[in-house]
């Protein structure tokens, strides 16, 4: 798998072996940075500004991703241990100036729901893309609102089985749909206050 834009566009970075993990597509990827770079309101992706958090990181794909965009910081959340390890992998193989700079990148092994109550910074963006089966959206989603991570302008971007309708999720919380695509059995839902 390789990275689709900025300083690192072209990278080949080390991906999560097995039947559990699906990483995002580069035709999704490229999607959601252009969506996110250019809003309604103008430019949301600021360059050196930008923070994001990256749910269920699996490879880290999302947030190297980011990073390569020039993103002041990403904070990678993975519960398995191996696919922890990869993410620290590619930091260090790949982004190795990233890597060193502490501020820039940091990888919590741990749980997502008990990630998000040990968090205390707010998000620019979050990037949320949990096993499809395990149903966490809901739980992930009321997290979030609850501990208030999303900046006040910020984008939470659900990747989702195609067929999976969000919105009786999201009028559960106080976020409002911005944009739903469909890329064939892939659904990205990108949701704000």
């Known amino acids: ?51 994001m958090l990256d749910l269920f990181a699996g490879s880290g794909i ?8 020039e993103a002041k910081k990403v904070v990678f959340v993975e519960k398995n241990p191996h696919h922890s390890e990869i993410i620290r992998k590619n930091l260090l193989c ?3 100036e990233l890597a060193t700079k502490q501020s820039k990148t940091k990888l919590l092994t741990t749980d997502a729901l008990k990630a998000l109550d040990k968090i205390n910074e707010k998000f620019n963006f979050i990037f949320i ?42 009028c559960e919380t106080e976020f409002k749909i911005y944009k739903t695509k469909i890329y064939g059995d892939t659904g990205i839902t990108i949701i704000h206050y």
Do not use: W
């Not at 999302?62 to 965009?69: D, F, I, K, Q, V």
């Not at 009321?142 to 999720?169: T, V, Y």
């Open 1 to 51: 798998m390789r990275i689709t834009g900025g300083i690192y566009k072209g990278k080949t970075i080390q991906t999560v072996k097995g039947q559990e993990v699906r990483p995002t597509s580069s035709k999704v990827r490229e999607s959601i940075f252009n969506i996110i770079r250019l809003t309604e309101s103008g430019t949301v992706f600021y360059e050196g500004e930008t923070i």
């Open 62 to 69: 999302m947030g190297l991703e980011a990073l390569s965009r």
């Open 94 to 96: 790949h982004c190795e």
């Open 129 to 170: 893309d949990p096993p499809y089966a395990a149903e966490l959206y809901e739980p992930v989603l009321k997290k979030i609102q609850e501990n208030k991570i999303l900046s006040q302008e910020g984008f939470i971007i659900l990747e989702h089985p195609s067929n999976l309708n969000l919105e009786k999720i999201i």
